[in-house]
Protein backbone atom coordinates (compact mmCIF):
# COMPACT_ATOMS: atom_id res chain seq x y z
CA UNK A 1 0.00 0.00 0.00
CA UNK A 2 1.50 3.44 -1.03
CA UNK A 3 0.00 7.04 0.00
CA UNK A 4 -3.35 8.14 -0.93
CA UNK A 5 -4.71 12.07 -1.62
CA UNK A 6 -8.13 12.64 -1.30
CA UNK A 7 -7.95 16.29 -2.40
CA UNK A 8 -10.10 19.77 -2.92
CA UNK A 9 -12.77 17.54 -0.19
CA UNK A 10 -15.47 19.15 2.08
CA UNK A 11 -13.44 17.67 4.57
CA UNK A 12 -16.30 16.71 7.54
CA UNK A 13 -13.10 15.73 9.92
CA UNK A 14 -15.22 14.95 13.48
CA UNK A 15 -12.66 15.86 15.25
CA UNK A 16 -12.53 17.38 18.82
CA UNK A 17 -13.74 20.87 17.55
CA UNK A 18 -15.78 19.05 14.55
CA UNK A 19 -13.48 21.08 12.08
CA UNK A 20 -15.21 20.47 8.25
CA UNK A 21 -12.74 22.64 5.81
CA UNK A 22 -14.00 23.12 2.37
CA UNK A 23 -11.27 22.55 -0.42
CA UNK A 24 -9.18 20.61 1.78
CA UNK A 25 -7.09 16.99 1.73
CA UNK A 26 -6.57 13.70 3.67
CA UNK A 27 -3.25 12.07 3.02
CA UNK A 28 -3.48 8.39 3.94
CA UNK A 29 -0.18 6.48 4.03
CA UNK A 30 -0.49 2.39 4.10
CA UNK A 31 -3.14 1.79 6.65
CA UNK A 32 -3.31 4.73 8.45
CA UNK A 33 -3.87 8.78 7.91
CA UNK A 34 -0.66 10.67 7.75
CA UNK A 35 -2.25 14.36 8.26
CA UNK A 36 -5.53 16.40 7.11
CA UNK A 37 -5.43 19.66 5.88
CA UNK A 38 -7.39 22.96 5.83
CA UNK A 39 -6.66 23.59 2.04
CA UNK A 40 -5.46 21.02 -0.30
CA UNK A 41 -2.62 24.20 -1.79
CA UNK A 42 0.98 23.09 -2.14
CA UNK A 43 0.73 19.35 -1.09
CA UNK A 44 3.54 17.37 -2.63
CA UNK A 45 1.44 14.38 -4.93
CA UNK A 46 1.39 11.21 -3.86
CA UNK A 47 1.05 7.71 -5.21
CA UNK A 48 -2.50 7.95 -5.91
CA UNK A 49 -4.30 11.37 -6.08
CA UNK A 50 -7.91 11.48 -6.17
CA UNK A 51 -9.74 14.58 -7.13
CA UNK A 52 -12.66 15.20 -4.51
CA UNK A 53 -13.90 18.31 -6.16
CA UNK A 54 -17.98 18.95 -5.08
CA UNK A 55 -17.24 15.85 -2.66
CA UNK A 56 -17.32 15.29 0.83
CA UNK A 57 -14.66 13.22 2.39
CA UNK A 58 -16.12 11.93 6.52
CA UNK A 59 -15.05 8.66 8.59
CA UNK A 60 -16.48 5.33 7.85
CA UNK A 61 -19.50 4.77 10.13
CA UNK A 62 -19.50 2.34 13.23
CA UNK A 63 -22.56 -0.10 12.96
CA UNK A 64 -22.77 -1.11 16.77
CA UNK A 65 -25.47 -3.90 16.50
CA UNK A 66 -26.17 -6.73 13.85
CA UNK A 67 -26.84 -9.93 13.19
CA UNK A 68 -25.62 -11.11 9.63
CA UNK A 69 -27.16 -14.09 9.43
CA UNK A 70 -30.52 -12.77 9.38
CA UNK A 71 -29.71 -11.15 5.76
CA UNK A 72 -30.89 -14.07 4.31
CA UNK A 73 -34.18 -13.59 6.56
CA UNK A 74 -35.17 -9.93 4.74
CA UNK A 75 -38.80 -9.87 4.29
CA UNK A 76 -39.83 -12.85 6.23
CA UNK A 77 -41.10 -11.42 10.15
CA UNK A 78 -43.16 -8.89 8.70
CA UNK A 79 -46.15 -7.60 10.45
CA UNK A 80 -45.82 -9.73 13.08
CA UNK A 81 -45.26 -9.40 17.18
CA UNK A 82 -42.04 -10.12 18.55
CA UNK A 83 -42.99 -13.70 19.90
CA UNK A 84 -44.71 -15.02 16.60
CA UNK A 85 -41.44 -13.56 15.16
CA UNK A 86 -39.30 -15.88 16.77
CA UNK A 87 -40.74 -18.97 17.03
CA UNK A 88 -42.48 -18.76 13.37
CA UNK A 89 -39.60 -17.56 11.71
CA UNK A 90 -35.98 -16.22 13.66
CA UNK A 91 -35.94 -19.47 15.82
CA UNK A 92 -36.48 -21.96 13.13
CA UNK A 93 -34.31 -20.61 10.76
CA UNK A 94 -31.39 -20.61 13.64
CA UNK A 95 -31.71 -24.78 14.03
CA UNK A 96 -30.89 -24.93 10.23
CA UNK A 97 -27.64 -22.54 10.15
CA UNK A 98 -24.86 -23.90 8.52
CA UNK A 99 -21.45 -22.29 8.04
CA UNK A 100 -22.28 -21.68 3.91
CA UNK A 101 -25.22 -20.00 4.69
CA UNK A 102 -23.92 -18.15 7.78
CA UNK A 103 -20.80 -17.17 5.16
CA UNK A 104 -23.08 -16.17 2.47
CA UNK A 105 -25.54 -14.06 4.63
CA UNK A 106 -22.18 -12.35 6.18
CA UNK A 107 -20.78 -11.16 2.93
CA UNK A 108 -24.32 -10.34 1.40
CA UNK A 109 -24.35 -7.87 4.73
CA UNK A 110 -21.29 -6.78 4.63
CA UNK A 111 -21.39 -5.68 1.11
CA UNK A 112 -24.64 -4.05 1.76
CA UNK A 113 -23.10 -1.64 5.22
CA UNK A 114 -20.36 -0.91 2.73
CA UNK A 115 -22.19 0.04 0.13
CA UNK A 116 -23.96 2.58 2.87
CA UNK A 117 -20.48 3.54 4.34
CA UNK A 118 -20.20 1.12 7.21
CA UNK A 119 -16.53 0.27 7.31
CA UNK A 120 -16.99 -1.87 11.12
CA UNK A 121 -19.39 -3.70 12.12
CA UNK A 122 -20.60 -5.46 15.49
CA UNK A 123 -21.79 -8.82 14.78
CA UNK A 124 -23.75 -10.43 17.36
CA UNK A 125 -23.84 -14.02 16.01
CA UNK A 126 -26.08 -16.16 19.13
CA UNK A 127 -27.51 -19.23 17.59
CA UNK A 128 -24.91 -21.82 17.38
CA UNK A 129 -27.21 -25.01 16.35
CA UNK A 130 -23.83 -26.18 14.30
CA UNK A 131 -19.60 -25.59 14.58
CA UNK A 132 -18.17 -22.84 12.41
CA UNK A 133 -20.63 -20.44 12.13
CA UNK A 134 -18.37 -17.51 14.27
CA UNK A 135 -15.21 -18.92 11.98
CA UNK A 136 -18.07 -18.17 8.56
CA UNK A 137 -18.94 -14.83 9.92
CA UNK A 138 -15.58 -13.82 10.91
CA UNK A 139 -13.92 -15.17 7.29
CA UNK A 140 -16.59 -13.50 5.89
CA UNK A 141 -15.60 -9.77 7.72
CA UNK A 142 -11.75 -10.62 5.91
CA UNK A 143 -13.36 -11.16 2.33
CA UNK A 144 -15.71 -8.37 2.26
CA UNK A 145 -12.63 -6.14 3.66
CA UNK A 146 -14.80 -4.61 6.44
CA UNK A 147 -13.67 -4.07 10.22
CA UNK A 148 -15.51 -6.68 12.57
CA UNK A 149 -15.73 -7.19 16.38
CA UNK A 150 -17.40 -10.07 16.23
CA UNK A 151 -20.01 -11.17 19.18
CA UNK A 152 -19.70 -14.76 19.99
CA UNK A 153 -23.44 -14.89 21.35
CA UNK A 154 -24.69 -17.87 23.58
CA UNK A 155 -27.81 -18.98 25.64
CA UNK A 156 -28.18 -21.55 27.92
CA UNK A 157 -31.64 -21.46 29.28
CA UNK A 158 -35.04 -19.73 28.23
CA UNK A 159 -36.73 -22.70 27.33
CA UNK A 160 -39.80 -21.40 29.02
CA UNK A 161 -39.28 -18.16 27.16
CA UNK A 162 -39.72 -20.10 23.59
CA UNK A 163 -35.74 -20.64 23.24
CA UNK A 164 -35.73 -23.65 20.98
CA UNK A 165 -32.94 -26.90 23.06
CA UNK A 166 -31.18 -26.76 19.64
CA UNK A 167 -29.46 -23.30 19.72
CA UNK A 168 -28.95 -23.99 23.61
CA UNK A 169 -25.02 -24.78 24.56
CA UNK A 170 -23.61 -25.53 28.14
CA UNK A 171 -21.68 -22.98 30.03
CA UNK A 172 -18.54 -25.32 29.43
CA UNK A 173 -19.51 -25.68 25.74
CA UNK A 174 -19.64 -21.76 25.08
CA UNK A 175 -16.69 -20.74 27.46
CA UNK A 176 -14.47 -23.49 25.30
CA UNK A 177 -15.75 -22.12 22.32
CA UNK A 178 -15.11 -18.75 23.29
CA UNK A 179 -11.55 -19.03 24.91
CA UNK A 180 -11.02 -20.92 21.01
CA UNK A 181 -11.90 -17.97 19.38
CA UNK A 182 -10.18 -15.29 21.48
CA UNK A 183 -7.04 -17.14 21.31
CA UNK A 184 -7.26 -17.71 17.08
CA UNK A 185 -8.80 -14.20 16.46
CA UNK A 186 -8.67 -11.57 19.43
CA UNK A 187 -5.18 -10.47 18.71
CA UNK A 188 -5.37 -9.43 14.82
CA UNK A 189 -2.12 -7.29 14.82
CA UNK A 190 -4.45 -5.00 11.95
CA UNK A 191 -7.13 -4.26 14.31
CA UNK A 192 -9.70 -5.86 11.78
CA UNK A 193 -10.88 -8.33 13.79
CA UNK A 194 -11.57 -8.19 17.57
CA UNK A 195 -13.76 -10.76 19.79
CA UNK A 196 -16.51 -9.78 22.27
CA UNK A 197 -19.12 -11.48 24.20
CA UNK A 198 -22.56 -11.31 23.85
CA UNK A 199 -24.57 -13.09 26.01
CA UNK A 200 -28.32 -12.75 23.96
CA UNK A 201 -30.33 -11.81 27.01
CA UNK A 202 -29.74 -11.37 30.43
CA UNK A 203 -32.91 -14.07 30.64
CA UNK A 204 -31.75 -16.35 28.23
CA UNK A 205 -28.20 -17.02 30.60
CA UNK A 206 -27.95 -18.75 33.74
CA UNK A 207 -26.26 -17.10 36.60
CA UNK A 208 -23.62 -19.50 36.12
CA UNK A 209 -23.09 -18.68 32.69
CA UNK A 210 -22.94 -14.74 33.49
CA UNK A 211 -20.26 -15.67 36.04
CA UNK A 212 -18.14 -17.64 33.24
CA UNK A 213 -18.63 -15.04 31.06
CA UNK A 214 -17.19 -12.14 33.51
CA UNK A 215 -13.97 -15.00 34.40
CA UNK A 216 -13.43 -14.75 30.75
CA UNK A 217 -13.91 -11.01 30.03
CA UNK A 218 -11.52 -10.22 33.01
CA UNK A 219 -9.00 -12.72 31.75
CA UNK A 220 -8.98 -11.49 28.00
CA UNK A 221 -9.78 -7.71 28.76
CA UNK A 222 -12.34 -7.86 25.78
CA UNK A 223 -16.09 -6.47 25.68
CA UNK A 224 -18.92 -7.31 26.56
CA UNK A 225 -22.90 -6.55 24.73
CA UNK A 226 -26.23 -7.96 25.56
CA UNK A 227 -29.71 -6.87 24.20
CA UNK A 228 -31.21 -5.17 27.61
CA UNK A 229 -34.94 -4.17 28.28
CA UNK A 230 -35.95 -4.14 24.05
CA UNK A 231 -39.25 -5.09 25.58
CA UNK A 232 -41.10 -5.18 28.78
CA UNK A 233 -40.68 -8.72 28.50
CA UNK A 234 -37.22 -8.74 28.67
CA UNK A 235 -37.55 -7.21 32.21
CA UNK A 236 -40.25 -9.72 33.59
CA UNK A 237 -38.44 -12.34 31.86
CA UNK A 238 -35.18 -11.47 33.56
CA UNK A 239 -37.03 -10.79 36.95
CA UNK A 240 -38.56 -14.10 36.80
CA UNK A 241 -35.37 -16.01 36.20
CA UNK A 242 -33.37 -13.83 39.01
CA UNK A 243 -35.49 -11.98 40.68
CA UNK A 244 -33.67 -8.61 39.41
CA UNK A 245 -34.11 -6.65 36.19
CA UNK A 246 -31.49 -7.10 33.28
CA UNK A 247 -30.00 -3.82 34.15
CA UNK A 248 -29.89 -4.46 37.52
CA UNK A 249 -28.36 -7.99 37.21
CA UNK A 250 -25.22 -6.44 35.15
CA UNK A 251 -24.70 -4.30 38.19
CA UNK A 252 -24.90 -7.36 40.56
CA UNK A 253 -22.38 -9.35 38.47
CA UNK A 254 -20.03 -6.47 38.36
CA UNK A 255 -20.44 -5.97 34.50
CA UNK A 256 -20.51 -2.70 34.57
CA UNK A 257 -17.62 -0.40 32.91
CA UNK A 258 -16.86 1.56 29.37
CA UNK A 259 -16.67 -1.97 27.82
CA UNK A 260 -20.08 -3.43 28.40
CA UNK A 261 -22.80 -2.26 25.24
CA UNK A 262 -25.93 -2.10 25.88
CA UNK A 263 -28.43 -2.51 23.08
CA UNK A 264 -31.45 -1.34 22.67
CA UNK A 265 -32.47 -0.03 25.97
CA UNK A 266 -36.30 0.99 25.50
CA UNK A 267 -37.65 0.56 28.98
CA UNK A 268 -34.56 1.54 30.90
CA UNK A 269 -35.58 3.23 34.36
CA UNK A 270 -34.33 6.43 35.11
CA UNK A 271 -32.43 4.48 38.02
CA UNK A 272 -30.96 2.14 35.35
CA UNK A 273 -30.05 4.81 33.10
CA UNK A 274 -28.25 7.13 35.96
CA UNK A 275 -25.95 3.82 36.95
CA UNK A 276 -25.44 3.68 33.30
CA UNK A 277 -24.44 7.13 33.01
CA UNK A 278 -22.17 6.84 36.36
CA UNK A 279 -20.12 3.30 35.03
CA UNK A 280 -19.65 4.70 31.57
CA UNK A 281 -21.96 2.33 29.97
CA UNK A 282 -22.94 2.29 26.21
CA UNK A 283 -25.82 2.14 24.42
CA UNK A 284 -27.02 1.32 21.04
CA UNK A 285 -30.29 2.52 19.65
CA UNK A 286 -31.54 0.36 17.07
CA UNK A 287 -34.33 2.93 15.74
CA UNK A 288 -35.50 1.21 12.73
CA UNK A 289 -35.77 -2.27 14.28
CA UNK A 290 -37.55 -1.05 17.43
CA UNK A 291 -40.19 0.80 14.93
CA UNK A 292 -40.57 -2.35 12.78
CA UNK A 293 -41.03 -4.90 15.42
CA UNK A 294 -42.73 -2.01 17.60
CA UNK A 295 -41.05 -2.21 20.57
CA UNK A 296 -40.85 1.68 21.44
CA UNK A 297 -38.85 4.64 21.76
CA UNK A 298 -35.97 4.40 23.38
CA UNK A 299 -35.17 7.05 25.83
CA UNK A 300 -32.31 8.37 23.28
CA UNK A 301 -32.07 12.49 24.04
CA UNK A 302 -32.52 12.01 27.81
CA UNK A 303 -29.12 9.38 27.63
CA UNK A 304 -27.51 11.81 25.87
CA UNK A 305 -28.25 14.79 28.04
CA UNK A 306 -26.91 12.93 31.15
CA UNK A 307 -23.91 11.71 29.09
CA UNK A 308 -24.13 8.69 28.09
CA UNK A 309 -22.22 7.64 24.63
CA UNK A 310 -24.87 6.28 22.56
CA UNK A 311 -24.19 4.68 19.04
CA UNK A 312 -26.15 3.52 16.07
CA UNK A 313 -27.12 -0.20 15.39
CA UNK A 314 -29.21 -1.30 12.08
CA UNK A 315 -29.73 -4.94 14.30
CA UNK A 316 -29.82 -7.85 11.92
CA UNK A 317 -32.20 -7.88 8.53
CA UNK A 318 -34.82 -9.80 9.88
CA UNK A 319 -36.40 -6.50 12.22
CA UNK A 320 -35.27 -3.95 9.85
CA UNK A 321 -35.02 -5.84 6.14
CA UNK A 322 -32.03 -4.09 5.52
CA UNK A 323 -28.17 -2.75 6.90
CA UNK A 324 -28.99 0.48 4.98
CA UNK A 325 -26.70 2.99 7.62
CA UNK A 326 -27.55 6.55 6.27
CA UNK A 327 -31.67 5.29 6.41
CA UNK A 328 -31.06 4.52 9.81
CA UNK A 329 -29.48 8.15 10.39
CA UNK A 330 -32.54 9.73 8.61
CA UNK A 331 -35.35 7.60 10.91
CA UNK A 332 -32.94 7.80 14.21
CA UNK A 333 -33.59 11.85 13.61
CA UNK A 334 -37.39 11.52 12.31
CA UNK A 335 -38.29 8.83 15.27
CA UNK A 336 -36.89 11.42 18.25
CA UNK A 337 -38.49 14.65 16.48
CA UNK A 338 -41.78 13.00 16.35
CA UNK A 339 -41.83 10.98 19.22
CA UNK A 340 -41.11 14.13 21.12
CA UNK A 341 -42.98 16.58 19.09
CA UNK A 342 -39.94 18.73 19.44
CA UNK A 343 -38.01 19.07 16.29
CA UNK A 344 -34.73 20.58 18.21
CA UNK A 345 -34.36 17.48 20.39
CA UNK A 346 -31.78 15.99 17.75
CA UNK A 347 -29.90 17.05 14.93
CA UNK A 348 -28.41 15.95 12.09
CA UNK A 349 -24.63 16.61 13.59
CA UNK A 350 -25.31 14.68 16.27
CA UNK A 351 -27.06 11.01 14.77
CA UNK A 352 -23.68 11.99 12.26
CA UNK A 353 -21.40 11.79 15.38
CA UNK A 354 -23.70 8.98 16.72
CA UNK A 355 -22.84 6.86 13.80
CA UNK A 356 -18.75 8.17 13.62
CA UNK A 357 -17.03 8.91 16.71
CA UNK A 358 -19.73 7.80 19.20
CA UNK A 359 -20.07 4.36 17.43
CA UNK A 360 -16.15 4.25 17.85
CA UNK A 361 -16.22 5.26 21.59
CA UNK A 362 -18.65 2.69 21.92
CA UNK A 363 -17.09 -0.30 20.54
CA UNK A 364 -13.55 1.18 22.66
CA UNK A 365 -12.18 1.75 19.18
CA UNK A 366 -11.91 5.76 19.28
CA UNK A 367 -8.35 5.44 19.48
CA UNK A 368 -8.30 4.07 16.13
CA UNK A 369 -11.24 5.34 14.20
CA UNK A 370 -14.52 7.50 14.27
CA UNK A 371 -12.89 10.64 12.83
CA UNK A 372 -10.22 11.93 10.11
CA UNK A 373 -7.22 12.94 12.83
CA UNK A 374 -3.27 11.87 12.12
CA UNK A 375 -1.95 8.47 13.50
CA UNK A 376 -6.19 6.73 13.10
CA UNK A 377 -6.74 3.89 10.90
CA UNK A 378 -7.47 5.12 7.51
CA UNK A 379 -11.33 4.45 7.50
CA UNK A 380 -12.72 7.07 4.75
CA UNK A 381 -15.66 7.58 2.76
CA UNK A 382 -15.78 9.77 -0.40
CA UNK A 383 -19.68 10.91 -0.56
CA UNK A 384 -20.53 12.64 -4.24
CA UNK A 385 -23.96 14.85 -3.67
CA UNK A 386 -23.75 15.02 -7.76
CA UNK A 387 -24.75 11.35 -7.94
CA UNK A 388 -28.09 11.67 -7.32
CA UNK A 389 -31.36 14.32 -7.63
CA UNK A 390 -31.54 13.19 -3.85
CA UNK A 391 -28.74 15.23 -2.35
CA UNK A 392 -28.91 18.01 -4.51
CA UNK A 393 -28.21 21.01 -3.77
CA UNK A 394 -25.71 20.68 -0.68
CA UNK A 395 -25.62 23.57 1.89
CA UNK A 396 -24.80 21.59 5.16
CA UNK A 397 -22.59 18.50 4.80
CA UNK A 398 -23.95 17.08 7.44
CA UNK A 399 -27.66 17.59 6.99
CA UNK A 400 -26.97 16.40 2.83
CA UNK A 401 -26.11 12.87 4.68
CA UNK A 402 -28.18 12.39 7.35
CA UNK A 403 -31.52 13.85 5.65
CA UNK A 404 -31.01 13.42 2.06
CA UNK A 405 -28.32 10.49 0.48
CA UNK A 406 -28.52 7.22 -0.48
CA UNK A 407 -26.14 4.49 -1.50
CA UNK A 408 -25.63 5.88 -4.96
CA UNK A 409 -23.75 9.04 -3.11
CA UNK A 410 -21.02 6.48 -1.27
CA UNK A 411 -18.48 6.72 -4.40
CA UNK A 412 -15.71 5.55 -2.54
CA UNK A 413 -14.93 3.19 0.45
CA UNK A 414 -11.52 3.07 1.73
CA UNK A 415 -11.18 0.73 5.13
CA UNK A 416 -7.68 0.69 7.00
CA UNK A 417 -5.93 2.48 4.08
CA UNK A 418 -7.56 -0.43 1.24
CA UNK A 419 -10.16 1.21 -1.06
CA UNK A 420 -12.97 -1.68 -0.97
CA UNK A 421 -15.01 0.49 -3.30
CA UNK A 422 -13.17 2.01 -5.41
CA UNK A 423 -15.07 4.73 -7.58
CA UNK A 424 -18.09 2.93 -7.43
CA UNK A 425 -16.45 -0.54 -8.00
CA UNK A 426 -16.51 -3.16 -5.57
CA UNK A 427 -13.40 -4.57 -4.90
CA UNK A 428 -13.66 -7.15 -2.49
CA UNK A 429 -12.15 -10.67 -3.48
CA UNK A 430 -15.34 -11.75 -4.37
CA UNK A 431 -17.55 -9.81 -7.18
CA UNK A 432 -20.66 -8.26 -6.10
CA UNK A 433 -22.53 -10.26 -8.39
CA UNK A 434 -21.39 -13.83 -6.85
CA UNK A 435 -22.12 -12.12 -3.56
CA UNK A 436 -26.01 -11.49 -4.03
CA UNK A 437 -26.18 -14.71 -6.35
CA UNK A 438 -24.92 -16.65 -3.65
CA UNK A 439 -27.27 -14.54 -1.00
CA UNK A 440 -30.61 -15.57 -2.97
CA UNK A 441 -29.62 -18.71 -3.11
CA UNK A 442 -28.26 -20.04 0.25
CA UNK A 443 -32.04 -17.65 1.90
CA UNK A 444 -34.31 -19.72 -0.76
CA UNK A 445 -32.36 -22.99 0.96
CA UNK A 446 -32.90 -21.75 4.49
CA UNK A 447 -36.45 -20.51 3.74
CA UNK A 448 -37.46 -24.07 2.41
CA UNK A 449 -35.21 -25.97 5.44
CA UNK A 450 -36.91 -23.94 7.86
CA UNK A 451 -40.12 -24.06 6.53
CA UNK A 452 -41.01 -20.59 5.94
CA UNK A 453 -42.92 -19.09 3.47
CA UNK A 454 -41.38 -17.91 0.86
CA UNK A 455 -41.38 -16.87 -3.02
CA UNK A 456 -41.31 -20.60 -4.15
CA UNK A 457 -44.16 -21.69 -1.84
CA UNK A 458 -46.48 -18.84 -2.87
CA UNK A 459 -46.77 -15.45 -0.54
CA UNK A 460 -50.56 -14.80 1.07
CA UNK A 461 -51.22 -11.60 0.21
CA UNK A 462 -51.82 -9.68 3.56
CA UNK A 463 -54.22 -6.99 4.00
CA UNK A 464 -53.83 -4.23 7.01
CA UNK A 465 -57.09 -5.20 9.19
CA UNK A 466 -58.91 -2.31 9.12
ZN1 LIG B 1 -30.27 -7.68 18.15
Redesign the pocket.
Known amino acids: MGSVLFKDAIVVTMNPARDVFFGGAVLVEGSSIRSVHPSSEGLPPADRTIDCRGKIVLPGFVNT ?3 LFQTLLKGLGDDMALDRWLSTMTFPAARFLSPELCYDAAMAGCLEGLRTGVTTNLD ?1 MYPHAAGGLSDAVIKAFRDSGVRGIFGRGCMDVGEEFGVPKGIMQSPEAIEKDLVRLLDAYGRDADDMVRVWLAPAAVWSSSRKSLEMLKRVKDAYGTGLTV ?1 IS ?1 TPFDREATMKLHGKSDAEMLEELGLVGPDILM ?2 CVFLTERDRRMAAHYDLKVSH ?1 AA ?1 NMYLSSGVAPVPGMLAQGISVSL ?1 V ?2 AA ?1 NNSQDMLELMKLTALLHKVSSRDPTIITAEKVLEMATIDGARCLGLDGLIGSLEAGKKADILVFDPQLSAKAVPLHNPASTIVYSSSERNIRSVMVNGRLVIDEGEYRGGKSEEAILRDCQASAERLAEQGGMSNRLSGHIWRSSAF
Request: net charge negative; no cysteine.
Open positions: HTHYHEVHNSGDGS
